[in-house]
């Protein structure tokens, strides 16, 4: 059974920091594309970060220079360090995986992020 589990989501101050993290279980990681999607209230889910089954990467223009995904290949966790945020950014964040095989795409339940001005 796939799981992907999300945390280290909160409230925070405009200007601070958070680091999400995902633990994934019942996926083959080395092969799954790992992405964070976020949704704010009254808008559609759209792409954050993606981090490739091959270690690229590729960040929405709104994030750029300020988030960074990475992923740890041996305990099978994505992370999502989040800096100089803006109460823009205030959503739930959801983590992501793709087989980029058999294209099999799964979620994780999400996790709140408040930023406050």
């Known amino acids: 059974q796939v799981q992907l589990v999300e945390s280290g989501g909160g409230s925070v101050q405009a200007g601070g920091s958070l680091r999400l993290s995902c633990a994934a279980s019942g996926i083959i990681f080395s092969i799954n594309n790992m992405g964070w999607y976020r949704q704010a209230p009254g808008k559609e889910r759209e792409l954050v970060a993606l981090?490739?089954?091959?270690?690229?990467?590729n960040y929405a223009d709104s994030v750029k220079g300020r988030f960074a995904i990475s992923r740890d290949n041996i305990n099978h966790i994505t992370y999502l360090q989040m800096s100089s945020l803006k109460p823009e950014d205030t959503a739930v964040y959801y983590c992501n995986a793709k087989n980029v095989r058999t294209l099999t795409t799964s979620w994780g339940q999400g996790t709140q992020v408040t930023v406050s001005s």
């Open positions: 981090v490739s089954a091959g270690g690229g990467t």
